[in-house]
DNA sequence: TGCAACCTTGTTCGATCGATCAGGAATCTG
DNA sequence: CAGATTCCTGATCGATCGAACAAGGTTGCA
């Protein structure tokens, strides 16, 4: 969608609407993640984001396509910070890029609960978010997260576990304490939005996955 | 709370009431895990539970009320079963105790996913719910898992990493393959709520704690 | 400068939610 | 068997939700 456009019949959107656009956006990921699709309000989401509830309805067809845009929005972010990570590895022998790049995912979960607060809310029932969550973003990720793992275990440097196993355990180990951010502050001593505790966490993955080398 | 009880002020409860006020708590517990709080409507959890709508109200006061009996229901059956565990295994060397304990956790949450939906429904923000389950509920087991992780640490059966750490770990490396059962479906070949992949599962989150042994 | 399209708001609508109430059916007790 | 209590239902209320609409303000362009 390109910003200005004089085009037949192209829109010409405005800067303004495009920076009140990524503050909904941004709004609308922050309580969809933490209230759940339905614990959401669309004027809640307005309130955040600075504007009036109508405005939701000009910007977005409707609360399902303001949903996706922001699972959309943080997608994007995910796939972008991997992207340059990996492009930043090129060269580096496997095990030790995969190290790396597995302690960029859990440090991008702890900076970005939002995401895998969303996954975990939508992909536990059949619907049409989890379609489109797993067809559009997850799946991609996943099939490659599968090819690191069979490689990584015939190279003999995890575990010869099905990758399935490893990619569930993974997802489940890297992010879950930051998904439960507010409960960990309530049950430990620990803050996980301190980035020691999300260098220790990153740390201890890592070593379980990679032994303690 | 005795079921036939003819004190001065007891109420007498009926043994059909018990019977269809335990559906209606089941019914809510599956919608509740499922749809999050907001997004199960007291409609839907009456109609699987077979009865009107109006009863949910006449057992509960609130549907705030009826999650709780939900949630009380979930974590009795957790506790239950790792106490029948726990005594099954006096006498039993600390380590194999802890990891057949393990074992237990994880077979129970890919049998029990509503449980761990719950909870990361409602421990990504504060409120009034994620208050219960802490206080209630959660912080007990949580301490109780930190002291298990810390005398199996000086022991050297698992990496020396602090126990609130090892204990985020457990608790997402073990059930996000069942909370997330249907998307698993999707993804992967396998069936999480197949025995021989729960098998397989503790496998794979036992010898990523324990070592390969 | 004037006009046309875009951006934003106030108001409001139909739908749906949780909860209440009155009344009837079923069960227990004396 | 009769009276009282418990269990359950149909109808409905006020509140709130997402969405639509009309109207004014603002910006960019000729």
Redesign the pocket.
């Known amino acids: 969608m390109p910003k200005?456009s004089?085009t037949s019949n192209a829109?010409?959107?405005?800067?303004?609407?495009?920076a009140?656009?990524d503050r909904i956006v941004a709004a609308a990921a922050d309580l969809f993640s933490e209230r759940s699709f339905d614990g959401?309000?669309?004027?809640?989401i307005a309130t955040r984001a600075g504007?009036?509830?109508?405005?939701?309805?000009?910007?977005f067809?409707?609360?399902?396509e303001l949903w996706q845009a922001a699972v959309d929005s943080l997608f994007d972010l995910l796939n972008q910070t991997m992207d340059e990570r990996a492009s930043g590895l090129r060269g580096v022998d496997e095990i030790t890029s995969a190290k790396l790049r597995m302690r960029e995912f859990i440090t991008f979960s702890a900076r970005n609960p939002q995401l895998h607060r969303i996954i975990m809310q939508e992909s536990k029932a059949d619907g049409p978010r989890m379609d489109y969550l797993v067809n559009r973003h997850v799946r991609p990720i996943y099939e490659r997260t599968i090819e690191m793992f069979e490689s990584l275990a015939s190279a003999g440097a995890v575990p010869n576990i099905p990758a399935a196993h490893l990619y569930y355990i993974l997802t489940g180990a890297g992010p879950t304490m930051f998904v439960l951010g507010p409960e960990c502050r309530r049950l430990s001593s620990l803050d996980p939005s301190d980035d020691d505790v999300i260098e220790a966490h990153a740390d201890a993955v890592c070593r379980l996955f990679f032994g303690s080398a």
């Open positions: 200005t004089t829109r010409v959107t405005r800067p303004s609407a495009d009140t656009r959401a309000t669309t004027r809640e504007v009036t509830q109508p405005l939701l309805n000009y910007h067809r409707s609360k399902e």
